[in-house]
T-cell receptor, first 114, second 113 residues
Framework: GESVGLHLPTLSVQEGDNSIINCAYSNSASDYFIWYKQESGKGPQFIIDIRSNMDKRQGQRVTVLLNKTVKHLSLQIAATQPGDSAVYFCAESSQDTGRRALTFGSGTRLQVQP | DTGVSQNPRHKITKRGQNVTFRCDPISEHNRLYWYRQTLGQGPEFLTYFQNEAQLEKSRLLSDRFSAERPKGSFSTLEIQRTEQGDSAMYLC???????????FGPGTRLTVL
């Protein structure tokens, strides 16, 4: 079936550096993408989303880039902090199904070294 | 707290027992989703409700699983005759409209012995 996957299972960065987490998706009909942060023992926490009619969206310290040509999504975190350490998931949904359920990748663990 | 809540947070049961989880979505969110998450994996869709109507079930949802949302507010997920393979985190999410972001609850971690 259609799936969303991540290139790197673990990313280790120094505090203060910028982090980039990548994600590939396979469903060409996907029109909504979202990044979640999940800390141990907690539910996914919304970070930022983007619709397919955009290629970039910025939030507080975070930027999501969407390249529909190569079906690639990335999350950039500026000035990474120890509190950013968590597992990050990209997810997508498609209007095809109508239900808008999210299809998640397997996650990237971000480790921030002090 | 106006976020999505789930109860219980943890459930340990013996194989063959029935368990029921509850989800209280964000007030006025008309869509409610159930997902299952195993260690190291992303959440997988199980089923969803538009108000009180259950509109779709995933193939992951065997006939031992049943979900309800009787008044279009809270929802319950019941697993009958639990198996060890049911051990996972069960997550609930809600959204205001089909196109909006989904907000997740803290999950219920089920351990089947």
């Amino acid at each position: 079936g259609e799936s969303v996957g991540l290139h790197l299972p673990t990313l280790s960065v120094q505090e203060g550096d910028n982090s980039i987490i990548n994600c590939a998706y396979s469903n060409s009909a996907s029109d909504y993408f979202i990044w979640y942060k999940q800390e141990s023992g907690k539910g996914p926490q919304f970070i930022i989303d983007i619709r397919s009619n955009m290629d970039k969206r910025q939030g507080q310290r975070v930027t999501v880039l969407l390249n529909k040509t190569v079906k690639h999504l990335s999350l950039q975190i500026a000035a990474t902090q120890p509190g950013d350490s968590a597992v990050y998931f990209c997810a997508e949904s498609s209007q095809d199904t109508g239900r808008r359920a999210l299809t998640f990748g397997s996650g990237t663990r971000l480790q921030v070294q002090p | 707290d106006t976020g999505v809540s789930q109860n219980p947070r943890h459930k340990i049961t013996k194989r063959g027992q029935n368990v029921t989880f509850r989800c209280d979505p964000i007030s006025e969110h008309n869509r409610l989703y159930w997902y299952r998450q195993t260690l190291g994996q992303g959440p997988e869709f199980l089923t969803y409700f538009q108000n009180e109507a259950q509109l779709e079930k995933s193939r992951l949802l065997s006939d031992r699983f049943s979900a309800e949302r009787p008044k279009g507010s809270f929802s319950t997920l019941e697993i009958q005759r639990t198996e060890q393979g049911d051990s996972a985190m069960y997550l609930c999410a809600s959204s205001l409209a089909s196109y909006n972001e989904q907000f997740f609850g803290p999950g219920t971690r089920l351990t089947v012995l």
